[in-house]
T-cell receptor, first 116, second 113 residues
Framework: GAGVSQSPSNKVTEKGKDVELRCDPI?????LYWYRQSLGQGLEFLIY????????KSGLPSDRFSAERTGGSVSTLTIQRTQQEDSAVYLC??????????????FGPGTRLTVL | EDKVVQSPLSLVVHEGDTVTLNCSYE??????LLWYKQEKKAPTFLFML????IEKKSGRLSSILDKKELFSILNITATQTGDSAVYLC?????????????FGKGTKLSVKP
């Protein structure tokens, strides 16, 4: 497929468990973003990867959240010791980014996380 | 603190009506404003605006940016039930994360047959 893909599409977990969410960006897109969308809310920025640069983690809500991007492509968002307030849709987006030119972000279908 | 505010938060119209969605922004070193349509999960890109006063148009949708007054509008003419969605506005600046978008909470549009 040519779009951004995410897995799983839905994840139900128990409070206190760790979860991993995966994002496959569009091939060739150097920029990758993670957002969180709680019910009825806008998109909340979490973390941004650009090429080989150190990621911008300024949006991560706590140290329970972390993300990696291996080989400049696939990214994994990990939430440790999940809490009920972590329940949300987690969206990944990628874009072409060159220097100071930033193009539109293309979003994946998201992972709906429910913490019981 | 950067912020994007959309209004109204929700809107119900009938097919054939014309709607205007509003977006005001306060974004450090503003670069561009983007509109997305979100029907289920994945927002889909509509427009990116960088210059004031230049209307962007795609079918029945159009958008314009006013960099002096710091707002943008999205117009939809002759609405159809398929236009029902949440419309998200996002601003991009050079403050904070390079390339990061600051999203508003969205306007939920419901088009009744």
């Amino acid at each position: 497929g040519a779009g951004v893909s995410q897995s799983p599409s839905n994840k139900v977990t128990e409070k206190g468990k760790d979860v991993e969410l995966r994002c496959d960006p569009i091939s060739g897109h150097t920029a990758l973003y993670w957002y969180r969308q709680s019910l009825g809310q806008g998109l909340e920025f979490l973390i941004y990867f650009q090429g080989n640069s150190a990621p911008d983690k300024s949006g991560l809500p706590s140290d329970r959240f972390s993300a990696e991007r291996t080989g400049g492509s696939v990214s994994t968002l990990t939430i440790q010791r999940t809490q009920q307030e972590d329940s949300a849709v987690y969206l990944c987006a990628s874009s072409l980014a060159s220097g100071r030119v930033y193009n539109e972000q293309f979003f994946g279908p998201g992972t709906r996380l429910t913490v019981l | 603190e950067d912020k994007v505010v959309q209004s109204p938060l929700s809107l119900v119209v009938h097919e054939g009506d014309t709607v205007t969605l509003n977006c005001s922004y306060e974004v450090t070193n503003f670069r561009s404003l983007l509109w997305y349509k979100q029907e289920k999960k994945a927002p889909t890109f509509l427009f990116m605006l960088t210059s004031s006063g230049i209307e962007k148009k795609s079918g029945r949708l159009s958008s314009i940016l006013d960099k002096k007054e710091l707002f943008s509008i999205l117009n939809i003419t002759a609405t159809q039930t398929g236009d029902s969605a949440v419309y998200l506005c996002a601003g991009r600046g050079d403050g904070g994360s390079q390339g990061n978008l600051i999203f508003g909470k969205g306007t939920k549009l419901s088009v009744k047959p």
